[in-house]
């Protein structure tokens, strides 16, 4: 942690020092993101998983504590982070339509970089693939030239999970031998070296680079080395805190995890639906296996992070890290993501920027060495500075932009379908390198998610646009987490915020991890409130209705 002092000299130095150090005019950026993973790191106080290298990005970084996506789902919530708007205004809920046809032509993240001078590069998932980015990863809007892809990603659906008895199998625990593997190899594997090699040769180029690397675990299937299982034996994995579903929890909330379920050694359990629950032992090996995903996703993001040291671009690179949504592991009787509750919404949000949250480094001195979590499991890094108010990953883009020096993004109309570049999200760069002990004032954060009924049905996890009949918009503040479900017409994009089909309200001071649903007894208060123009806005003026109801014991 640096000491005012620090930070002066640190500032001052950069100043003297910029015209040597950047030959190049700016800063480059290194944008790494993680697929599925909830802050299940150790720089987030976790208890269990081992993320050394993250941690030490974080000793080095602002962290932000209560970071949230717009939607817990990829392809939304990468199309929503890399354009700063939110889903509404992608008009993207599932993976079937590209924003630039379907709702306007924003532009991108990498794109406004590329279009001030950088080189643009895209390594593994960074875009949604498919549809949802044209089938081009947005390229040529997005990237300076062609995105990379692992070749071995292509048999990560395939049979070649090797049971106990030999037979191979397209699992959802699939611990491997690499030798063995098609192509000897997996797909994070090449992710790291395809960004090693673009560092090494973006090094002594004329123009800054925006690197976008993109890991594919923790994602399922857990197709990882299996070596990883050792960090986490399974005698020592213990269930979700609350792995029952909630007794009020509305159906319309809940996430059948339909995905978990067309796993082959998944359908073997030949399990009840909607709510299973998966057998016990079962649910601790999910466990294991999504910590040991994290350990190996966590080595490679260690692996890019030294070749950027050992290149001497540490200095002059931001460093971003964070993931497109989190992931349920058995809370609230829920796997995978597809709902608003905080461990499906909540994600790691970590920024580096040499200088400013942490010292330049002296000559010769290390920035971030490799730590190799089988052998240094005793290694300790520092905090980091801690922010502790809700942010969200539309803010991301405003940031990025605001630290490297670029022309600042205005702030988007109601509606912006027309308008090419702005930003549903605020820069967070004036706050980097700043120590947060609590949080000043309210904050909120919001996210949502669509369903096709009210009942629970095979397509609840995610509905195709046409099929959308309600949309739970959803408000993280401080105290609460708020959820309203209601009319969606998919046809024309609307929700009805007065046709109020269920709700859900949870006070985190009493109930951190959201079980106790207490919606129900303020509902009458809806019935006094109209709706706002903007929903965000609505979930604001029933929040504090709420809360001074509670306050007052009001009888509403």
Not at 142 to 162: A, L
């Amino acid at each position: 942690m640096l000491s005012q002092a620090q930070a002066w000299l640190s500032v001052l130095l950069l100043h003297f020092m910029e015209p040597c150090i950047f030959a190049k005019g700016k800063f480059n950026v290194l944008f790494i993101i993680a697929d599925d993973l909830r802050p299940t790191l150790g720089c987030y106080s976790d208890p269990v998983v081992k993320s050394p290298n993250i941690d030490q990005l974080a000793s080095r970084s602002t962290v932000f504590y209560n970071a949230y996506a717009q939607q817990a789902v990829c392809g939304p919530s990468r199309t929503s982070f890399l354009t700063s708007r939110r889903p509404d205004t992608t008009k993207l809920y599932d993976f079937n339509s590209y924003w630039r046809v379907s709702a306007g032509n924003y532009t991108t993240l990498p794109q406004y970089f590329k279009e001030n001078g950088y080189t643009t590069l895209s390594v593994g998932k960074v875009f949604h693939p498919g549809i949802a980015s044209n089938h081009t990863d947005d390229y040529p809007y997005s990237w300076s030239v062609p995105t990379y892809h692992p070749p071995s990603f292509r048999y990560e659906k395939r049979k070649v999970c090797k049971n106990k008895d030999g037979t191979l199998h397209s699992n959802l625990l699939c611990p491997v031998n690499v030798s063995e593997m098609p192509l000897r190899t997996l797909p994070d594997l090449e992710n790291a070296e395809e960004a090693i090699r673009l560092l090494k040769q973006m090094k002594d180029t004329e123009s800054p680079f925006f690197l976008a690397v993109g890991f594919y675990k923790p994602h399922i299937p857990f197709r990882i080395p299996q070596e990883y299982l050792k960090l986490y034996p399974i005698e020592n994995m213990t269930l979700a805190p609350d792995p029952d579903v909630p007794k009020k929890l509305p159906d319309v909330a809940y996430n059948p995890w339909t995905d978990i379920r067309e796993r082959e050694d998944v359908k073997a359990l030949n399990l009840s639906f909607p709510y299973g629950p998966i057998p016990k032992d079962f649910q601790l090996r999910i466990r294991q296996h999504y910590f040991a995903s994290v350990s190996y996703m966590d080595a490679q993001v260690g692996k890019v992070l030294q070749a950027l040291d050992d290149l001497d671009l540490s200095k002059e690179t931001i460093v971003a890290f964070t993931s497109d949504h989190g992931w349920s592991l058995g809370e609230h009787g829920e796997w995978a993501k597809y709902s608003n509750f905080d461990v499906a919404t909540r994600v790691p949000l970590i920024v580096y920027k040499p200088g400013v949250t942490s010292p330049l480094p002296r000559p010769g001195e290390k920035t971030f060495s490799y730590v190799d979590v089988f052998e240094n499991t005793q290694e300790q890094f520092g905090e980091g500075y801690k922010v502790h108010r809700m942010v969200e990953l539309v803010d991301v883009f405003p940031t990025l932009a605001s630290m490297a020096g670029l022309p600042l993004l205005h702030h988007c109309p109601v509606p912006s379908f027309k308008v090419q570049l702005c930003t549903e999200g605020f820069s967070l760069a004036r706050i980097l390198g700043r120590q947060e002990w609590t949080i000043k004032h309210q904050s909120y954060a919001y996210s949502q998610y669509p369903r096709p009924s009210d009942t629970i049905q095979q397509n609840s996890d995610l509905p195709n646009l046409a099929d959308i009949r309600v949309m739970g918009y959803s408000l993280r503040s401080n105290d609460y987490r708020y959820t309203l479900w209601v009319s969606f017409d998919p046809v024309h994009f609307l929700a009805n915020l007065t046709d109020i089909h269920a709700g859900e309200l949870y006070i985190l001071s009493e109930d951190p991890g959201q079980d106790n649903n207490i919606f129900d007894e303020f509902t009458r208060a809806l019935l006094k409130l109209g709706a706002q123009p903007q929903w965000t806005e609505s979930l604001k003026q029933h929040l504090m209705y709420f809360t001074a109801a509670s306050k007052t014991k009001w009888t509403l």
